[in-house]
């Protein structure tokens, strides 16, 4: 099992995100007076200011908008802004893909997985090439 | 015709001269520098009572920083946004000179990074800050600082059809400049470059890959130094040592990740105009352009939202080394070396201004002839994702 370095709490904003997680699901927020989605999480509605939100689920499937990959001792690995389909962008990593730097780039559908963790209660919501 | 409003004007200045320096502290480097400022000014400590100050070195700040020098000024402004700090802060110097706050503002850096090896590049801080509502949604996926710039690059590749040799053209460009300052020579020398001498388009491409599309020629070097301004109000800037350096436009804006937002447009293209605007000039009347490159790719950005050339379009317009110093049909970019070829401790945006200076001044060492107006643009933060901008638009008499 992988041991990403980990989220760590408490960070009122972002544990309700990573307690999904481990429900498998891949939250997001709503804005209930302007209806605009706000994501990363917060307490309040970076368009509206409104603190009336509600908690979304993302189908977690998506384009990847931007990657690059990572020189790395320990091995390259991408990192990758994701547009889910739900219209928020998050900043992921695409896994499980031979020659990264070669076979991927903007634009590949992807989906969400997520990944358990050796020391870690809380799943991380990667994704793969569909 | 630019605009003709002379309140305030850059009149001393003096950058620290060695770029690993382990036996000076970064507050030593302030203070000296700001004394050297004073004496190229013809001004004394005495005459400051403006303190502009970015939060840098061992106990400084707003607090810290006026007791180390042992002066009490009637303004301190302690605006810290990274790299681009020093356009902000001379931004509201100006603001408080016009405002009859003070008349003699000073603002210096001191940085010890090469030193302190500080983790930057593909190093990722297992930071023992508290985590925050952004650190929490990107630490699993291990960003660095390279990989930020490279998500921008690798969008503007996908978007506009951007090549890597167009990216790599402005690596070469600002070494051409390095090779004839001799600071910066001597700075790589002290920072183990291998080969030090001017490089081509391939040279770039063939240094490794750091995060891709980024090779590491595309970097900027990790650099101590820092070094000082000294900037006057116009009755104090007449009677200066130097030919006064006026501020004549300014602006400041901020961009960060947003849902549908596009990477590859910065800050630039909000602070830009504002700018300009207030010089009443266009880009393509500009002499010198120093822009902050903390990789190549920040450049790029830069030159289109400044509006030097169209969105997407900067490769063609960098093409050839049209902004080399001896090159005619653009202004002249980064011609210390910049953070690609001369030094980077920290917040390099004073560095912009020294440099601009030097050129309106006529002491370059890769000196356009009769340069009149410059842009010295810096960017704080990660482009692409939080960033601070600031562009300072500068003119001799």
């Known amino acids: ?130 | 015709m630019p605009n003709q409003a002379r309140t305030a004007a850059i009149v001393g200045i003096h950058e620290w001269p060695k770029r690993l320096d382990p036996d000076v502290s970064a507050m030593q480097i302030k203070a000296a520098s700001i004394s050297r400022a004073l004496d190229d000014a013809g001004l004394t400590w005495k005459d400051v009572d403006g303190l502009y100050d970015a939060n840098d070195g061992e106990g400084g700040g707003g607090l810290g920083m006026a007791a180390y020098l042992g002066i009490k000024p009637t303004v301190i402004d302690t605006t810290s946004v990274g790299g681009s700090s020093y356009e902000f802060l001379a931004a509201h110097s100006l603001a408080d000179i016009a405002a009859g706050k003070c008349n003699v503002a000073v603002m210096a850096h001191g940085g010890k990074t090469a030193t302190q090896k500080f983790a930057t590049g593909n190093r990722f801080a297992n930071s023992p800050q508290p985590p925050s509502w952004q650190s929490n949604m990107e630490v699993p996926f291990r960003n660095t600082t390279v990989s930020s710039y490279a998500l921008v690059a690798a969008r503007h590749m996908y978007q506009y059809g951007t090549r890597p040799e167009d990216f790599a053209e402005i690596s070469a460009t600002t070494r051409y400049h390095a090779m004839r300052n001799p600071e910066a020579v001597q700075a790589m020398t002290d920072l183990l470059f291998a080969d030090i001498r001017e490089i081509t388009v391939d040279d770039v491409l063939n240094s490794r890959m750091i995060a891709s599309p980024l090779h590491l020629l595309e970097c900027c070097l990790i650099s101590d130094g820092g070094g000082a301004v000294v900037i006057a109000a116009a009755d104090v800037a007449r009677n200066t040592k130097k030919k006064p350096v006026w501020v004549i436009g300014n602006g400041q804006a901020t961009k960060y990740r947003e849902n549908g937002g596009d990477v590859t447009v910065s800050a630039a293209a909000q602070s830009g105009p504002i700018a300009f605007g207030e010089a009443l000039l266009r880009p393509d009347e500009l002499d010198i352009a120093m822009i902050y490159d903390s990789f190549s790719i920040t450049v790029a950005c830069i030159l289109e939202d400044l509006g030097f050339c169209k969105k997407g379009e900067f490769g063609d317009y960098v093409k050839g080394g049209r902004l080399r110093f001896d090159q005619k049909g653009g202004p002249a970019l980064n011609t210390d070396g910049g953070a690609l070829s001369s030094n980077h401790p920290g917040f390099r945006g004073l560095f912009l201004l020294m440099e601009a200076t030097r050129q309106l001044r006529g002491e370059s060492t890769s000196q356009v002839p009769g340069a009149k107006l410059a842009v010295a643009h810096g960017n704080g933060g990660l482009l692409g994702h939080t960033h601070a901008a600031g562009t300072i638009i500068l003119a001799a008499d």
Not at chain 1, 19 to 47: I, M, W
Not at chain 1, 50 to 75: C, M, Q, T
Not at chain 1, 114 to 126: A, D, H, T
């Open chain 1, 1 to 130: 099992m992988p041991n990403r370095p980990l989220p760590r709490f408490p960070e009122p904003d972002t544990e309700p995100f990573w307690e999904a997680t481990k429900r498998g699901e891949l939250a997001y927020q709503q804005c209930n007076r302007c209806n605009s989605l706000v994501f990363t999480p917060r307490a309040h509605c970076d368009t509206c200011g409104s603190p009336d939100l509600a908690w979304k689920v993302s189908k977690g499937e998506g384009v990847i908008y931007s990657v690059s990959v990572v020189v790395d001792r320990n091995g390259d690995y991408a990192v990758a802004y994701i547009d889910l389909d739900e219209g928020f962008r998050m900043f992921s990593t695409v896994v499980g893909v031979d020659e990264p730097m070669k076979n991927l780039q903007c634009g590949q559908r992807v989906r969400v997985e997520f990944e358990p963790q050796e020391e870690s209660e809380y799943l991380i919501p990667v994704f793969r090439l569909v």
